[in-house]
Each structure stands twice: as C-alpha cells, then as structure tokens.
C-alpha cells in the first residue's frame, strides 16, 4: 500500500505545490478582505481537490498504467483502495495546511471569524464529498468523469463572482458564523462522519466492483 500512495504522490506532486502556492493567496488578500476568509479557503479546497481529482482520476480504467498495476503482486481492491486513501489524505491534509495559514493570519490581527476546527471539518468533508461522488464515475467510465469533473471546474468560477455581487460581507460572516456554531458541537460532527462514511462505503464498492470487471 505504501508503494502505492509513493506512486500517486509522484504522479501529484506538482498539484500539490500549485495548492500550496494558491494558499497563499490567504496571506496577502485577509487583513483586506478578513471576513472573506472562510469563503476563500472553501475556495481553494475546491480547486485542489479539482487539480488532484484530474490528474489522478479522470481516466480511472483506461489509463495504460493499468497494465503495469496488474501485473505487479496487488489485488486490483489494492490498487483501488490505494488510490482512495490517497485522495481522503489529500482532501484532510491540505485544509491543515489552509488552517495553518489562517492561524498565521489571526496573529496579525485577522479574525477567521469561524473557529478553525470547525473550518478544517468543513473544508475536510467538502474535499472528501467531491472525491467519493465523482471517483465511480471516472471507473464506470472515463468519459463521465471529465464531464463531471469540466461541469465542478465551471461552477467554481462562475458561482464565486455571482455569490460576490449579491451577497454581502456580514451575510457571508454570518453565514459561516452559523457553520461554525453548529460544528462546534457534537451532533453535527457526527452527523457529517456518518454521512461521510455511509457514502464512501457505496462509493468504494462501487468503484471496486467496475475495476474488477474492467479488462487491459
């Protein structure tokens, strides 16, 4: 397993110097726009999670180093299963990495105007939802995938600039001011945790089973 993960690493590793890079956007532009920050943040998560999920996924069973993977001495649940875990470590390491920034950026005097165990579970469940909704759908087919993929990218830019021209500061504030009051808690953590972990058993079996009847 862990030569898988070393694998995906290799195959991602410029992704994950662009999101380090776009996290830094946080520095500069939050003592301009601090009430924003957990808007931003979500932001980049979206847009690394994208990059990881188009390098790494797009073409789940046609890719030609499919061929190598079954002829090495791993299962094919194993080479799933790896590149799972792989994409789950990606979707909760960077938010850590986001939330270092923030907290940087705190010191300075810029409030995240959420608490940041809270900004970190969100940005963690919303990383993790995207990689379990849309990976079956690159190994049922390819195809799908980038589709799905192009349609999230679209949205990405599109709805950002709308949300900025009718939607306030303090509505954006309170907004995220709600999320954190209701992830400060136990019951919605565990409620989020469960949904997580309910979709990601389908999402699994189902990716497992395709690749399992997929032929090289």
């Known amino acids: 397993m862990l030569n898988l993960l070393r694998k995906e690493w290799m195959v991602t590793r410029w992704v994950h110097i662009a999101g380090a890079v776009i996290g830094l956007m946080l520095v500069p532009v939050g ?3 601090p009430q924003s920050m957990p808007f931003l943040a979500v932001f980049c998560q979206l847009i690394y999670t994208h990059l990881v999920f188009s390098v790494n996924r797009q073409a789940a069973v046609s890719r ?3 061929l190598l993977f079954n002829s090495l001495p791993v299962t094919r649940d194993q080479v799933v299963g790896g590149k799972y875990l792989f994409a ?13 920034l923030l907290a940087l950026l705190s010191l300075m005097g810029v409030s995240p105007f ?6 970190w579970l969100l940005l963690t469940a919303a990383g993790v939802m995207y990689h379990l909704l849309l990976m079956p ?3 049922v087919d390819a195809r799908y995938g980038a ?3 192009m349609l999230i990218y679209m949205a990405l ?5 709308r949300i900025g021209k009718e939607v306030s500061g303090e509505q954006i504030t309170a907004f995220f001011g709600r999320i954190g009051r209701a992830l400060g808690g136990w019951a919605a953590p565990m409620l989020l945790l469960a949904t997580l972990a309910v979709v990601g058993l389908i ?3 189902i990716s497992r089973r395709v690749y399992r009847r997929a032929e090289f």
Do not use: E, R
């Open 31 to 33: 003592p301009i726009i």
């Open 64 to 66: 030609p180093d499919n």
């Open 88 to 100: 789950l470590l990606c979707a909760a390491v960077y938010p850590l990495y986001l939330c270092l």
């Open 114 to 119: 959420m608490p940041l165990f809270a900004l």
């Open 137 to 139: 759908v690159s190994f």
């Open 147 to 149: 589709a799905a993929s």
């Open 157 to 161: 830019i599109i709805v950002p600039q």
């Open 203 to 205: 999402s699994l079996t």
